[in-house]
């Protein structure tokens, strides 16, 4: 799904991630990678395998779209320090000709000097770039020159059926001057939003994008 933003070009993926076409750059929020590791050892029963399944999206994302950057917008580790950091600093690694440029997000406590030697720029607020901002949390106040990339919330809109049947799943949030992605990582959750005048909203599944307003 291809949106037009300010002209502009970016594509709406599957995967839960934004290819902006003229930059060749991938938006990616929210992978909370550690968090898995940090559940199980905590005591809840979360499949090992589902940590994989955010390297494995990582890697389609990066060889179908021939990305030369990436900006995670916050929140890539989970909390402390877990061996999944080691994983990504291999997966980061093996991807040395990708830059990378994390804005830090409420849940990304590593020490920032981790994410330096792992190759990546780091913004502790917000990243700006030809009059679009990267950043974590939603901004409340928003300018008409500029427009808004974030993540944080986990958007999920719930679709109803016949009967009682419903189905919630991640979505692109698409406001006047600000965009919300899904949160990029597995067992994450998610907030509900709602249909409001002038927002698009396009749900995700593991296959397909589709507009439901």
Not at 160 to 178: A, E, M, T
């Amino acid at each position: 799904m291809q949106i037009e933003i300010r002209g502009n070009h970016f594509r709406l993926l599957s995967q839960k991630a934004v290819f902006w076409e003229e930059t060749q750059t991938l938006l990616i929020g929210d992978l909370h990678l550690g968090k898995i590791i940090h559940f199980r050892k905590e005591g809840i029963a979360v499949p090992g395998i589902a940590a994989e399944n955010n390297f494995l999206r990582l890697n389609q994302l990066v060889q179908h779209t021939g990305a030369v950057r990436i900006i995670f917008l916050g929140d890539l580790f989970h909390s402390k320090y877990n061996s999944e950091w080691e994983t990504f600093r291999a997966w980061r690694a093996g991807h040395h000709y990708i830059e990378m440029i994390i804005v830090i997000g409420n849940h990304d406590i590593l020490p920032v000097s981790l994410f330096l030697e792992s190759d990546m720029q780091v913004y502790m607020e917000d990243f700006e770039e030809d009059g679009f901002i990267f950043t974590h949390h939603p901004k409340t106040e928003l300018r008409s020159d500029r427009f808004v990339f974030a993540g944080h919330v986990h958007p999920v809109f719930t679709s109803y059926g016949k009967g009682r049947q419903s189905v919630r799943l991640p979505c692109f949030v698409i406001d006047k001057n600000q965009a919300i992605l899904p949160s990029f990582g597995v067992f994450t959750g998610g907030y509900p939003v709602n249909i409001i005048n002038g927002r698009k909203i396009y749900i995700t599944t593991e296959t397909t994008i589709f507009p439901v307003c």
